[in-house]
């Protein structure tokens, strides 16, 4: 009676974008959930702005967090289970961002990570990981957004190129971060911007219209 997809990538790759498809396609699906629960990046993510400025939060603080927002989301299944329901009308839907493999990424060595991926588990949840081909990179995450965008981007980079190749290597670690995870984890190129079809993509592929059924 849950189930959800986590979506995952760097900044750029498509997550907020596919993050609003979704939300879109769900909604307009037969036989599904009607509760949806979506918690953006916003309130997952490592990074904050705080008070406006940029903080990240420390190992511990980032679990507690994301811990938090499972801990909802069990509370939610099991209500669902005392009341008895068993049509997927009355089931739930959930869509995180940027959560388990954001963590994996930021911080090494976390033990506590695979037990949060365990109960994601037993939420029926699914990962995405969105990722760009090394064409894609410069006009995406260099050259699609605003001037101070792309100042903030290359701050810490003395060439395009650089800036670039560091994309890459961060993306790379998440593809294997999402090896480690426990939670079922799919790949998608977004180079062709095409977030309808991915969600629907993603929706059918961990057979989220139909809640298993």
């Known amino acids: 009676m849950i189930r959800g997809v986590i979506i995952e990538g760097l900044s750029t790759a498509g997550k907020t974008s596919l993050f609003s498809a979704i939300k879109g396609i769900h909604s307009q699906a037969h036989n599904v959930g009607k509760s949806i629960f979506a918690i953006s990046e916003h309130y997952s993510q490592v990074l904050h702005s705080y008070q406006g400025s940029l903080r990240s939060m420390d190992k511990s603080e980032h679990i507690q967090l994301l811990n938090r927002h499972v801990d909802y989301l069990e509370l939610q299944s099991n209500w669902i289970d005392s009341l008895g329901h068993t049509k997927p009308s009355n089931g739930i839907f959930f869509l995180l961002e940027r959560f388990h493999l954001n963590h994996r990424a930021a ?4 033990s506590d990570i695979e037990v949060l991926e365990k109960r994601l588990l037993r939420l029926n949840a699914r990962c995405v990981l969105l990722t ?22 290359m701050e810490n980079h003395s060439t395009v190129t650089e800036a670039c190749q560091k994309f890459l290597e961060d993306q790379h670690q998440l593809r294997m971060c999402a090896k480690q995870s426990l939670v079922p984890t799919i790949e998608i190129n977004t180079d062709e911007a095409d977030w309808n079809s991915y969600a629907k993509q993603i929706l059918m592929e961990f057979n989220v219209a139909t809640y298993g059924n």
Do not use: G, M
């Open 107 to 110: 911080f090494s060595n976390s």
């Open 132 to 153: 760009l081909s090394q064409d894609t990179v410069e006009p995406r995450f260099i050259e699609s957004r605003s001037n101070a965008w792309k100042s903030y981007v």
